[in-house]
């Protein structure tokens, strides 16, 4: 790949990055339309975005922990099923037309939910869900995150922001805890595959990482509730549409 493309990507990457880490995700799902876009070989393509994400979402993880917005017993409540779920999504190989149409539709019939009267959802009030219902929802979107090569993040903050379990800000703090433990997992689950990486990688990882430090630095300090709300809702429009067309 020639220096030019190298820093194209890059920089459509760093880009991803910022967008999605201001709402405490990794990006993966954009990570892996930009590779398809640039023909990366499809082999390289679910284990290069599960390691951008692990390097995105850390950082947002850190940021949103050092801040004090992780709900630590949410993400665990979530995490504690999804994590091994995950590690089975990665060994799986799914043809994708099984799954990708009607994720991508429930993303975006969620994102117009997030457009639509984004202020009341931001200040309602909060409760959270009881281990009954996370532990079966962390295994299914552990199993989506690992199938997908993302962090499930994109499928679990729209769940968290719809059914009221936390705050905008809070959410986006789970969700990157969420998606660094999944990420981890999916990748171990997967671990042939990253000795496939892309040479370009280093590269690709400090765009990842400048961008993350520019979108935690919005969504833990500037970005009012509301603007998170239509921040996510774009993000999961994105995504759906990505999972839509495939590639």
Do not use: C
Not at 116 to 128: M, N, S, Y
Request: hydrophobic residues 60%; aromatic residues 10%.
């Amino acid at each position: 790949m020639d220096p030019g493309t190298v820093a194209l990507i890059a920089a459509l990457m760093a880009v991803a990055a910022a967008l999605y880490s201001s709402v405490g995700h990794g990006g993966a799902s954009a990570y892996l339309a930009i590779m398809a876009l640039f023909a990366v070989a499809p082999e390289m393509m679910r284990p290069a975005a599960l390691a951008l994400n692990l390097v995105v979402a850390g950082i947002g993880a850190a940021r949103y922990w050092l801040s004090g917005q992780t709900n630590f017993r949410l993400l665990l409540a979530f995490a504690v099923t999804a994590m091994p779920a995950a590690y089975l999504g990665g060994s799986i190989q799914l043809p994708p037309e099984y799954y990708r149409p009607l994720v991508g539709a429930l993303l975006l019939a969620a994102a117009l939910r997030l457009f639509w009267q984004p202020k009341q959802l931001a200040w309602r009030e909060t409760a959270a869900p009881s281990l009954f219902v996370t532990l079966p929802v962390g295994a299914a979107l552990g199993l989506l995150a690992g199938l997908t090569g993302t962090g499930g993040g994109i499928f679990l903050s729209p769940l968290i922001i719809l059914f009221a379990w936390e705050q905008p800000r809070h959410t986006s703090g789970v969700a990157a805890g969420f998606i660094f433990l999944n990420s981890v997992a999916g990748l171990a689950g997967n671990f042939a595959s990253v000795r496939a990486l892309p040479p370009e990688m280093p590269w690709w990882m400090l765009a990842v990482a400048l961008g993350a430090l520019l979108g935690t630095w919005l969504g833990v300090e500037k970005l009012p509730r509301e603007r998170l709300l239509q921040a996510l809702g774009l993000v999961l429009t994105l995504a759906g549409i990505k999972l839509i067309l495939g590639g």
